[in-house]
């Protein structure tokens, strides 16, 4: 039982409680983390208020108990420390594959596209190299290579998330290297979320322009009426679709939950039209591949020219659903669950008013009151 040696970690940000396992550790490098619970599974006491508090007895007293049994867990999964060898022969490229056949699919569709386009980059740089050489340096390295390539810091620390999740998978499913050397790359520091959403006078701009491509309108109004995510709406089946009902339902989504949102108006009528057209499983399918949903970023792109309107991304129409949602006074639980997010706070962020809105409110306070 060598294996006492032990530190608990408590992470904020994903609200669980890690163990580090200092006997196991050599030359300096890092520990082994193992998750033990979370944050909602320790115990607590009620205060004299009545108010329930966790306190830093009652965490190392349920600890402590985890403690033995994760022990004993540790032992039966015989995780061991990884050989030198495996490390400096097996190709980084091997490793990327077998990401992408065991642990990729497991996720969305949407995220699975996202890291396998990312991955792309790394293959092309590391492939060649053993993992072994996969080092914190070279990584820091590459991060500032791609920052003069890519054009945001979110997208080059969306590169480094799809590298840490391959060397993750390294360390706590195949046991090939101790630690996972991206974790200690400091990550780019990002500009605030920003909320664009369509006034009034760009919608119609915008209507107008995608007017003349049927399937491109329908996308769009889909999008302002559900505020589905691109790939819930491109990769919608013709059985997702019930006409008699006016519903559809979106089962490949980012959270994973399937939802089922009204369409009422001209989009209902546009789905109506729509489903006649095609006998494609799929409602807007590739012209190439009628497997694969059609990609209306560049047919998105040449619609937004044509109506003049700049700074506005596909993902901004559900930012304008969401909007259009909490304006016309649609409660924010409810808001939430038609745009598919898994609490409250996350609904929040959608609460803004548009600055014309903001000057309506004002002017008819002002006309009432104030005169």
């Given at each position: 039982m060598a294996q006492k040696k032990i530190k608990y970690r408590y992470d904020k940000k994903r609200k669980v409680v890690r163990a580090k396992f200092y006997d196991v550790v050599e030359n300096g490098e890092r520990p082994p983390e193992i998750q033990l619970c979370t944050f909602e599974q320790l115990k607590y006491k009620n205060t004299s208020r009545g108010a329930k508090l966790r306190t830093a007895t009652e965490i190392a007293s349920h600890l402590s108990k985890l403690y033995i049994e994760k022990l004993h867990e540790l032992q039966r999964e015989k995780i061991t420390k990884p050989t030198q060898t495996d490390a400096q022969t097996i190709k980084f490229s091997t490793?990327?594959?077998?990401?992408?056949?065991?642990?990729?699919?497991?996720?969305s569709i949407s995220s699975q596209n996202a890291i396998t386009n990312q991955l792309k980059y790394w293959n092309k740089e590391g492939g060649r190299k053993a993992l072994a050489d996969i080092t914190t340096a070279w990584i820091s390295q590459k991060r500032s290579e791609l920052k003069k390539?890519?054009?945001?810091?979110?997208?080059v620390n969306r590169y480094l998330a799809a590298l840490s999740v391959?060397?993750?998978?390294?360390?706590?499913?195949?046991?090939?290297?101790?630690?996972?050397?991206?974790?200690?790359?400091?990550?780019?520091?990002e500009p605030r979320h920003r909320t664009r959403y369509l006034s009034e006078k760009e919608l119609v701009a915008l209507l107008k322009a995608v007017s003349p491509r049927a399937d491109l309108k329908l996308a769009v109004m889909l999008a302002l009426t559900t505020g589905a995510r691109r790939m819930e709406i491109w990769g919608l089946k013709r059985s997702d679709i019930d006409l008699q009902n006016g519903f559809a339902t979106f089962t490949k989504t980012k959270t994973g939950?399937?939802?089922?949102?009204?369409?009422?108006?001209?989009?209902?009528?546009?789905?109506?039209?729509?489903?006649?057209?095609?006998d494609t499983k799929l409602l807007f399918p590739s012209i190439k591949n009628v497997a694969v949903p059609f990609d209306f970023r560049r047919s998105f792109k040449a619609a937004m020219l044509k109506a003049k309107i700049t700074d506005f991304s596909w993902h901004d129409l559900r930012h304008s659903a969401a909007s259009y949602?909490?304006?016309s006074g649609v409660n924010?639980?409810?808001?939430?669950?038609?745009?598919?997010?898994?609490?409250?706070?996350?609904?929040?962020?959608?609460?803004?008013?548009?600055?014309?809105?903001?000057?309506?409110?004002?002017?008819?306070?002002?006309k009432k009151f104030l005169k």
């Open positions: 490793l990327i594959e077998r990401y992408k056949a065991d642990i990729l699919p497991e996720l390539i890519k054009k945001t810091s979110s997208t391959v060397l993750s998978a390294c360390v706590k499913d195949w046991h090939l290297i101790r630690f996972n050397p991206a974790q200690n790359v400091r990550k780019l520091k939950i399937t939802r089922t949102v009204p369409i009422r108006g001209e989009a209902l009528e546009l789905l109506r039209k729509r489903t006649a057209q095609i949602l909490i304006r924010l639980r409810i808001a939430g669950e038609i745009l598919g997010h898994k609490n409250i706070s996350m609904t929040m962020k959608y609460s803004h008013l548009a600055p014309d809105h903001l000057t309506d409110a004002i002017e008819e306070m002002t």
